[in-house]
């Protein structure tokens, strides 16, 4: 079935240096991304999305690239600080817009070394 | 504050005793939708609902029941609970062309002994 899927379940980078998580998806059909944080013991918390219509956006210190023709997704942090320690999923939604809910990737785990 | 509620936060029970858990949303949410969350399989959506009266099957509905008779509120039911069913739970809701996304409760935590 369509999935949404992450590259790497963990990603280590040092504080204050950039960090890409990337997500490929396979649905076609997919017209809205978002992209979630997770920090533990917490629910999912939005950060950024983009919809089939555009190929970047950019939030603070976040920015979100959207390639189509490769179904490919990725969250770009700027200047990672320890609070940006989390699990972070990629989510999308067909043309409803989201109507029928969500369909996410596994996560990536960011670790920001000191 | 713009929210989602889920009560309880946690709760443990006994196989085959019904239980209910609520969620509730103050942003006048047209959509719903109910997650479970476990290790290595990610978020996975259970049931769904895009308006009162309005309910459909997510990926893994098996054992569970919903019921969406007011804007604000999506109760999830498990009938008859079993082990499998121990996990993480996520309400979620979302305005009407999913603008912003869907905002999601604390979590329930759920074990079924």
Known sequence: GESVGLHLPTLSVQEGDNSIINCAYSNSASDYFIWYKQESGKGPQFIIDIRSNMDKRQGQRVTVLLNKTVKHLSLQIAATQPGDSAVYFCAEADSGGGADGLTFGKGTHLIIQP | ?113
């Not at chain 2, 290790?39 to 308006?51: E, T």
């Not at chain 2, 509120?73 to 499998?84: G, H, Q, T």
């Open chain 2, 1 to 113: 504050e713009a929210q989602v509620t889920q009560n309880p936060r946690y709760l443990i029970t006994v196989t085959g005793k019904k239980l209910t858990v609520t969620c509730s949303q103050n942003m006048n949410h047209e959509y719903m939708s109910w997650y479970r969350q476990d290790p290595g399989l990610g978020l996975r959506q259970i049931y769904y609902s895009m308006n009162v009266e309005v309910t459909d099957k997510g990926d893994v509905p098996e054992g569970y029941k919903v019921s969406r008779k007011e804007k604000r509120n999506f109760p999830l039911i498990l009938e008859s609970p079993s082990p499998n069913q121990t996990s993480l739970y996520f309400c979620a809701s979302g305005g009407q062309g999913g603008i912003y996304g869907y905002t999601f409760g604390s979590g329930t935590r759920l074990t079924v002994v």
